[in-house]
């Protein structure tokens, strides 16, 4: 039987502390190495570019605790959810520390990116980005827990009622394989 992921709200230090640092194993890329994109390379090699059980350099293992814990099943009977469409400008520079922590050439700000999960997202939902590129998607998901004051402000006029609060993400893609973003 799977091991559950566990994930809990605290540094990464605690959760190294508690021994909750999965380890990525041979068994574990068995459960995913017929998927395709699983990466031309020997085990060992994927093991050690792997940060487990949140970035792995192959189609994540972990990924269906992750969703098994956090996800909300769709439930037809029940669900109301309904936004407008998010339809407002929005204009971000290139210049925020993050955005320049490492260059990529259809990079988009992770400012600009929290507009649109904090319109169509409650906190603590799952957002799937399949095609991340460099991840501003996760960034953007983790700051919506605690933007700064500036960003704060502004977006509170532009988003009258908007919930502050992180969204767990899940991202992958030809640049990052499947990588887990959460509190
Ligand atoms: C527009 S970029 C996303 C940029 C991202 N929002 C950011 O801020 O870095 C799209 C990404 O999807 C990747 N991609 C395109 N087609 C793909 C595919 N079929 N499978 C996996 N990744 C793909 C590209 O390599 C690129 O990194």
């Not at 994930?7 to 995913?32: F, H, S």
């Not at 970035?55 to 293992?61: G, Q, R």
């Not at 260059?103 to 600009?112: G, L, N």
């Amino acid at each position: 039987m799977q091991k559950q992921l566990k994930v809990t709200e605290t540094t990464e230090e605690e959760r190294v502390d508690k021994n909750d640092k999965k380890k990525l194993t041979a068994a574990d890329l068995d459960q995913v190495r017929r998927l395709e994109g699983f990466p031309l390379g020997r085990d060992e090699e994927i093991i050690k570019l792997s940060d487990p059980p949140y970035y792995t350099a192959c189609p994540n293992p972990f990924l269906l605790n992750f969703v098994d814990r956090y996800g909300k099943p769709f439930d037809s009977a029940a669900d109301n959810y309904h936004r407008e469409p998010f339809a407002s400008d929005v204009s971000e520079g290139k210049n925020d520390p993050i955005y320049n922590a490492h260059s990529y050439h259809t990079k988009v700000p992770h400012r600009a990116i929290m507009r649109y999960i904090l319109h169509y997202t409650e906190p603590g939902d799952l957002i799937f980005d399949g095609f991340c590129g460099t991840g501003m998607t996760g960034v953007a998901a983790q700051l919506c827990g605690s933007p700064d004051p500036e960003l704060k402000l502004q977006v509170e006029q532009e988003i009258p009622g908007v919930k502050w609060g992180a969204r767990r993400a899940v991202l992958g893609g030809s640049l990052t394989c499947s990588h887990i973003h959460c509190l």
